[in-house]
């Protein structure tokens, strides 16, 4: 796990990481200052649903998911689904404020300030990623995610087709603006709903 400053949502953001082994294979190669020999991998983003953290995928899916990563030498990060904090609006209920952030940049009083998890998918992740680990592909990178993620990965990659090499989604919310999650959650994040 990694814990960050976020300029996007103003809070520590926290996201889970896997990185294959032949990226530790290469660093140790890399002593030599062979910059020929570099490796670099892509990336899967795994967006999760509603109630969950960045540690739902690699609980329950993890040992699967991470050894068929390692076989393929393919990096997974799992982003938390909000922003989290004592200054973050919530309120009592599992579909609206914190572990409900529908991936979304809010635009509505109280959640604007944080809510900008848009951003921090698209654009604060991929540089942080890069940045800090220079292993990671972030110009070969896929989306995918379930329920409130799978809309999260659908939504991110048609905005921008060109960013995202690939997109899918486990049993996504598909028409969010049709049904009471996504009712309440556009109309208290978004202006006009």
């Not at 809070?11 to 530790?24: E, W």
């Not at 952030?101 to 654009?123: D, Q």
């Not at 989306?143 to 921008?160: E, V």
Request: charged residues 20%; hydrophobic residues 35%.
């Amino acid at each position: 796990r990694v814990k960050h400053e976020s300029s996007s949502t103003k809070t520590d953001m926290t996201f889970g990481l896997f990185l294959p082994s032949i990226l530790d294979r290469s660093a140790a190669d890399d002593d030599d200052g062979d910059d020929s020999a570099k490796v670099v991998v892509p990336v899967l983003f795994w967006l999760s649903g509603l109630t969950c953290d960045d540690t739902n995928f690699a609980m329950k899916a993890g040992s699967r998911a991470f050894d068929m990563a390692e076989k393929q030498n393919i990096a997974i990060v799992m982003p938390d689904t909000s922003p989290r904090g004592s200054d973050v609006p919530n309120v009592d209920t599992y579909d609206l404020g914190i572990g409900a952030g529908f991936y979304l940049n809010a635009t509505k009083a109280p959640y604007a300030t944080h809510y900008h998890m848009l951003s921090y998918i698209t654009l604060e992740l991929p540089t942080y990623l890069s940045t800090n680990f220079p292993g990671i592909d972030t110009s070969l990178k896929s989306i995918t995610g379930h329920s409130m993620g799978g809309h999260g990965a659908l939504t991110i990659a048609f905005r921008d087709p060109p960013s995202w090499t690939s997109v899918s989604a486990f049993a996504p919310i598909c028409h969010p603006t049709r049904c009471p999650w996504g009712e309440k959650a556009f109309g208290a994040y978004l202006d006009g709903g």
